[in-house]
């Protein structure tokens, strides 16, 4: 048996799935403040259909890290980049608060130039007195030897061990120093809210006496163990926009060309489904305009949901782009959007009367009738989301998926429905696919479908990496550092990808992922000639390979 559980801005859900079926639900409000225990009323509730030592794993995705960011509530964060030599310090516009420090090391992995310890004790003391409390540090090539982020780090853990740091090398181990910066401060700016869920996570299953594999849903559509995760919250930003894709493919279990629009409480996320794959972000991740080394669907989060509160503007009624709790219907104590689908379509949600009755104050402080109000809040609904659905396609055409399907196919591409995840998708989604002129797909287990696609995904697992056949060395992510290998002179890029996929079994083995190594694919393949005078003297490998995201086995579909 397996338990997957979406933990969202406003509800969590949980389904468990046996035996090609759905055995049981759950939908339980989100509480900010006790995740742990909204998860236990989530898993009580599962668990009145099986035992503990019946479930195999389970599966968690979460909106919490989406969410900080997309809403703009990340705490405040430092960016020190060591960037060597190369571009102007110019180039590097990511976060407000960003110092630079003298120190380098070249694209060998040597160091060619030490820290200054008088400018690093200056640029640590200023961030200090500036209150911030979270530090990111990266230097160029650091994934190679990461001994100017370690002296960085330790600097600050000795000196002002309040400040939580994150360095690059622990967060990613690939080349592009810009997109490995990035995905540092955006780790720094939420790594202590996501521990913190992660130890409520860890809490609830151990006071449920659940022993079994735990898994996190990963932006790409494949998982890594709860207890790797606490290091990389960043992996997660789409955990929830992915498990909607993930759902909506378990769901559908077609080949239709679909957009995904997964309507929650707090936040809208948009994916797109090509030919029944999803489509990936060939660029990676993309965190408030800046490009990251995640790899993920080609999604984006919208700070719009049900609960999206509603205040009285200059011109009528605001649409704001936070929650301030549950709608009126459900006791909350400002209007949503959910409230005015409530009244406007006549759903008979909660307590339908506090919804018309707040909804009535709005109007007259914003100077309108309640069904204009209604209409107005409708609208502009609407127009947020099919915008950001144009504006994804204009970036989704530049993938290499999309480019390819148009020349299989012969054709532009074809948007054939849309298929709506979510509390809110069923009041909201048939309207926009008729705005675009195409069909709804709106499946019964559509509420809960996060936390079905959750269940369901198999494991994942991606391994890193760089060969250096002169100096004999081999830098191995996940694994560190194996020396003194002694790579003939002949050794190929063959050679570098047999190695790769012998890892990677070597690895899965370990976390128990033995069943899943043979569906792998290689996603980086590259060979540098060094020369030396007039001659080589040897060659770097970078080398990627991966476990593809996908279903486990013995998933053929839902049976209803």
């Known amino acids: 048996m397996l338990i997957g559980i979406d933990v969202g801005g406003t509800y969590t859900d949980g389904v468990l799935f ?51 960011l997309a809403t703009g509530q990340g705490e405040d964060t430092a960016l020190i980049l060591l960037p060597g030599y190369g571009l102007p310090h110019d180039a590097y516009q990511i976060s407000p608060a ?19 310890p008088g400018e690093l004790k200056a640029v640590c003391r200023e961030i200090a007195d500036s209150g911030v409390k979270r530090a990111a540090v990266a230097a160029k090539f650091a994934n190679r030897n990461d001994s100017l982020e370690k002296q960085v780090r330790d600097y600050i853990n000795r000196q ?47 006071d449920r006496k659940l022993f079994c594999e735990a898994h996190v849903l990963k932006a790409d559509g494949g998982t890594v163990p709860l207890n790797v995760a606490r290091r990389m919250p960043c992996e997660t930003v789409f955990s929830g926009p992915a498990a909607s894709t993930m759902g909506a493919l378990a769901l559908s279990r077609d080949e239709y060309n679909s957009v995904v629009l997964d309507i929650g409480g ?17 660029k990676g991740a993309r965190i408030e305009e800046h490009y990251t080394q995640i790899n993920a669907f080609a999604v984006r989060s919208i700070p719009l949901g049900g609960d999206s509160a509603l205040t009285a503007g200059e011109q009528g009624v605001k649409l704001e782009s936070f929650r301030r709790g549950p709608a009126v219907c459900f006791g909350g104590q400002t209007p949503t959007v959910t409230d005015v689908f409530n009244v406007y379509n006549q759903l008979a949600i909660g307590d339908e009367e506090h919804s018309r ?31 950001s659905i144009r504006e994804m396609f204009e970036e989704w055409e ?33 309207l926009l696919a008729d705005e675009m002129n195409v069909p709804c797909f709106l499946h019964q287990y559509a509420d809960v479908a996060n936390a079905l696609g959750a269940s369901v995904v198999r494991p994942t697992l991606s391994v890193q990496l760089h060969i250096d056949t002169q100096t004999d060395s081999c830098a191995i ?14 050794f190929q890029l063959q050679d570098a990808k047999e190695m790769a996929r012998q890892q990677l079994e070597e690895i899965g083995r370990a976390r128990g992922m033995q069943d899943y190594t043979s569906q792998y694919k290689f996603f980086m393949e590259e060979q540098f000639n060094m020369i030396r005078g007039y001659n ?21 579909g839902v049976e209803i």
Request: proline share 4%; charged share 25%.
């Open 18 to 68: 046996s035996a090609g079926k759905i055995a049981a639900t759950s939908k339980r409000p989100t509480s900010e403040e006790d995740i742990r225990a909204c998860v236990l009323e989530v898993l009580d509730d599962l668990l009145d259909k099986a035992g503990p030592g019946e479930i195999e794993r389970i599966v968690l995705s979460t909106t919490l890290v989406t969410n900080i």
């Open 98 to 116: 960003t110092y630079y420090l003298k120190g380098a090391i070249d694209f060998r992995g040597r160091e060619i130039e030490p820290l200054e």
């Open 160 to 206: 002002y061990p309040d400040i939580i740091v994150s360095i690059s090398s622990e967060v990613s181990a690939k080349l592009n120093f810009p997109r490995r910066a990035a995905s540092t401060y955006y780790t720094a700016m939420t790594i202590k809210e996501w521990n913190r869920f992660v130890d409520d996570i860890e809490k609830a299953l151990a």
């Open 266 to 282: 707090t936040t809208t996320d948009i994916a797109l489904i090509i030919g029944g794959e999803p489509l990936y972000a060939s």
């Open 357 to 387: 009755k707040a909804l009535q104050e709005l109007a007259a402080a914003s100077g309108q009738d309640m069904e204009a109000l209604c209409r107005d809040v409708i609208n502009q609904v609407k127009e947020r989301v099919l915008k």
């Open 398 to 430: 530049n993938e290499p998926a999309y480019k390819v399907w148009e020349v299989i196919h012969r054709r532009r591409f074809e948007l054939q429905r849309m298929i709506g995840i979510g509390a809110a998708a069923r009041a909201i989604v048939p």
């Open 477 to 490: 992510d996940p694994g560190g550092i194996k020396t003194g290998l002694k790579l003939n002179r002949n």
């Open 536 to 556: 080589s003297s040897g060659k770097l490998f970078e080398v990627g390979i991966q476990v593809t995201p996908g279903f486990i086995e013995e998933f053929k």
